[in-house]
């Protein structure tokens, strides 16, 4: 069993929909990072939380350290939404969940 | 504040030789990691350097090396190169251990070809 594991591996939403991605590890950690990965292999540091909750306009990340889970929520998806998305359990290293390709269609 | 740069951008190499690889971090920044990412097995951690010193390994051969420098600035290496050692390897900086929050700035990778 991964130490990070990611769902779902796909998804494909229309334009609009709200989009719940599930992140569940089972290392200890010091925080949780939400990464975005675009086709060109960029990767962009979306949240890195160690409880709660964050948002950052359309985005919201949460964190349930007991249950040890945690979600990225996109609200009115866009294509441009259109990326990989990776969590990542962060202690002294990081270790990652396998990404969830996520496509919005217009 | 410049982002993370790495290079080259892309390499082309044969099995057997070796290849350094070269990342600057964000001006601050000195804590420098760096991943391997495959479809295979995805994003792994290969080590990470703070204060020109490794703090953390991953789980790959002695094959791969790294080092840091005064200025920040990492190389990583890798000897006797093979096949699957094909991948995009990318380097993140942070403010480091201690400094404030751990979240990592990544640089455009590095996609290493092996023939």
């Known amino acids: 069993k991964n130490e990070v594991e990611q769902s779902p591996q796909n998804l494909t939403a229309q334009e609009g929909e709200f989009i719940t991605i599930n992140c569940s590890y089972s290392?200890?950690?010091?925080?949780l990072h939400w990464l975005q990965q675009h086709p060109g292999g960029g990767i962009v540091s979306l949240f890195m939380?160690?409880?709660g909750k964050k948002k950052h306009g359309r985005l919201i990340a949460t964190i349930n350290i007991q249950e040890k889970h945690s979600s990225l929520h996109i609200t009115a998806s866009h294509p441009r939404d259109s990326a990989v998305y990776i969590c990542?359990?962060?202690?002294?290293?990081?270790?990652f969940g396998a990404g969830t390709r996520l496509t919005v269609k217009p | 504040k410049a982002g993370v740069t790495q290079t080259p951008r892309y390499l082309i190499k044969t099995r057997g030789q070796q290849v350094t690889l070269s990342c600057s971090p964000i001006?601050?920044?000195?804590?420098v990691s760096w991943y391997q990412q495959t479809p295979g097995q995805g994003l792994q951690f290969l080590f990470e350097?703070?204060?020109?010193?490794?703090?953390n390994k991953g789980n790959f051969p002695g094959r791969f090396s790294g080092r840091q420098f005064s200025n920040s600035r990492s190389e990583m290496n890798v000897s006797t190169l093979e096949l699957g050692d094909s991948a995009l390897y990318l380097c993140?900086?942070?403010?480091?251990?201690?400094?404030?929050?751990?979240?990592?700035?990544f640089g455009p990778g590095t996609r290493l070809t092996v023939t």
């Open positions: 993140a900086s942070s403010l480091g251990p201690g400094q404030g929050t751990y979240e990592q700035y």
């Open positions: 290392v200890g950690i010091s925080a």
């Open positions: 939380l160690s409880s």
């Open positions: 990542a359990a962060v202690n002294n290293d990081m270790r």
């Open positions: 001006s601050g920044h000195r804590s």
């Open positions: 350097y703070f204060s020109e010193t490794q703090r």
